[in-house]
């Protein structure tokens, strides 16, 4: 017997046929009792007889008989959400197509994709269904185009978005969007500054200590102040901030501590998506920042929002700051830069 389904929280529609049974039809209003609640006997009595209608309608339109004006009202909006449901998913695939391209190249550095991945390559069934039981209740456009830019980066890379990001997704109301926005241009990589001019520069633009208990509440910041990003003796760090790309080197000798706020995996995931806009006085307070800690700094503009590969990052032209340089590196400079350290990803 073949069988469709179509479901939400709490509503089912269901069809089929075989040669014994012939055609088959349901509807069912399911665990109403649960999304309704017992918080009164009358609520209670609505769900009894919401159910009662639609097992009502459900044998008529089995038997082929014609449905009470209640019945045909009940059934008239079940078959609307569904459509809703169905055109929602059509501008979703739709938008994911356009933007597959980009989150191919934007998730994944060029060294490691090779050949062209398959479009209708398969994410995990678990992790679509959630995807599809909120995305399909999605009205805003804008909301729209971030759920096809994810399922887009899910097909292109299975695995790079977590069920925490499409929890913090599903939860994201207009207001903490909003500071989001705010958040995805003034980050450091993975962090915020927490210290110095950059956290009074963060905080006039708007994410002050409410707005980060907002972003914190929210599963996007972590919010706290014994937060340290730690960068070991000998490593280095590419960063990005806002269009350009940061580099910290550090001496042989030399562990690096900075004081931050650390964004969550959920915040890493989402922004990897997000288009941003560079803001070059916030960029021209958080070089000096920076060097403050006995850091190397550099920075570069890359081609591409995509990741780089190492052999990528070198073929940059990378510019040594130095305090002497006003105008934030007039000079550029390539591998061993003065003071000590490497200028070399």
Same mark, same amino acid.
């Given at each position: 017997?073949?069988?469709?389904?179509?479901?939400?929280?709490?509503?089912?529609?269901?069809?089929?046929?075989?040669?014994?049974?012939?055609?088959?039809?349901?509807?069912?209003?399911? %665990?109403?009792?649960?999304?309704?609640?017992?918080?009164?006997?009358?609520?209670?009595?609505?769900?009894?007889?919401?159910?009662?209608?639609?097992?009502?309608?459900?044998?008529?339109?089995?038997?082929?008989?014609?449905?009470?004006?209640?019945?045909?009202?009940?059934?008239?909006?079940?078959?609307?959400?569904?459509?809703?449901?169905?055109?929602?998913?059509?501008?979703?695939?739709?938008?994911?197509?356009?933007?597959?391209?980009?989150?191919?190249?934007?998730?994944?550095?060029?060294?490691?994709?090779?050949?062209?991945?398959?479009?209708?390559?398969?994410?995990?069934? /678990?992790?679509?269904?959630?995807?599809?039981? /909120?995305?399909?209740?999605? /009205?805003?456009?804008?909301?729209?185009?971030?759920?096809?830019?994810?399922?887009?980066?899910?097909?292109?890379?299975?695995? %790079?978005?977590?069920?925490?990001?499409?929890?913090?997704?599903?939860?994201?109301?207009?207001?903490?969007?909003?500071?989001?926005?705010?958040?995805?241009?003034?980050?450091?990589?993975?962090?915020?500054?927490?210290?110095?001019?950059?956290?009074?520069?963060?905080?006039?633009?708007?994410?002050?200590?409410?707005?980060?208990?907002?972003?914190?509440?929210?599963?996007?910041?972590?919010?706290?102040?014994?937060?340290?990003?730690?960068?070991?003796?000998?490593?280095?760090?590419?960063?990005?901030?806002?269009?350009?790309?940061?580099?910290?080197?550090?001496?042989?000798?030399?562990?690096?501590?900075?004081?931050?706020?650390?964004?969550?995996?959920?915040?890493?995931?989402?922004?990897?998506?997000?288009?941003?806009?560079?803001?070059?006085?916030?960029?021209?307070?958080?070089?000096?920042?920076?060097?403050?800690?006995?850091?190397?700094?550099?920075?570069?503009?890359?081609?591409?929002?995509?990741?780089?590969?190492? /052999?990528?990052?070198?073929?940059?032209?990378?510019?040594?700051?130095?305090?002497? %340089?006003?105008?934030?590196?007039?000079?550029?400079?390539?591998?061993?830069?003065?003071?000590?350290?490497?200028?070399?990803?």
């Amino acid at each position: 017997m073949s069988n469709e389904k179509k479901k939400d929280d709490s509503l089912e529609l269901s069809a089929g046929y075989s040669p014994e049974g012939g055609a088959q039809a349901k509807v069912r209003i399911g %665990s109403v009792q649960r999304v309704l609640g017992f918080a009164s006997p009358e609520r209670a009595a609505r769900a009894e007889l919401t159910n009662a209608l639609a097992n009502s309608a459900s044998r008529k339109l089995a038997e082929g008989k014609e449905l009470t004006e209640p019945e045909d009202a009940l059934v008239g909006y079940l078959l609307r959400k569904e459509l809703e449901a169905l055109r929602r998913r059509a501008d979703i695939e739709e938008s994911a197509e356009a933007a597959f391209p980009l989150m191919r190249k934007r998730l994944l550095p060029p060294a490691v994709t090779t050949g062209e991945p398959d479009k209708t390559q398969q994410a995990d069934g /678990d992790w679509l269904r959630r995807f599809w039981a /909120d995305a399909e209740l999605i /009205d805003d456009e804008a909301m729209r185009e971030i759920y096809a830019r994810i399922l887009a980066g899910e097909r292109a890379h299975p695995g %790079s978005f977590s069920r925490a990001a499409l929890a913090v997704l599903r939860d994201l109301d207009a207001g903490v969007a909003r500071l989001f926005a705010i958040l995805r241009n003034l980050a450091i990589g993975p962090f915020l500054p927490r210290t110095g001019e950059p956290k009074q520069y963060i905080e006039d633009m708007g994410l002050d200590f409410g707005a980060r208990m907002q972003l914190a509440d929210a599963g996007l910041l972590r919010d706290k102040e014994d937060v340290t990003y730690v960068i070991e003796a000998g490593e280095n760090r590419v960063f990005r901030c806002g269009e350009k790309l940061l580099f910290f080197g550090t001496e042989e000798k030399q562990t690096l501590v900075f004081e931050c706020y650390s964004l969550t995996t959920a915040a890493n995931e989402l922004l990897a998506i997000a288009d941003v806009k560079h803001d070059e006085k916030y960029f021209e307070l958080v070089l000096p920042w920076i060097a403050g800690h006995g850091c190397v700094v550099g920075w570069a503009v890359p081609p591409t929002p995509a990741p780089l590969s190492g /052999d990528d990052l070198r073929r940059l032209e990378w510019i040594e700051w130095t305090p002497s %340089s006003p105008d934030r590196g007039s000079t550029p400079k390539q591998g061993e830069p003065e003071g000590g350290g490497s200028l070399d990803p």
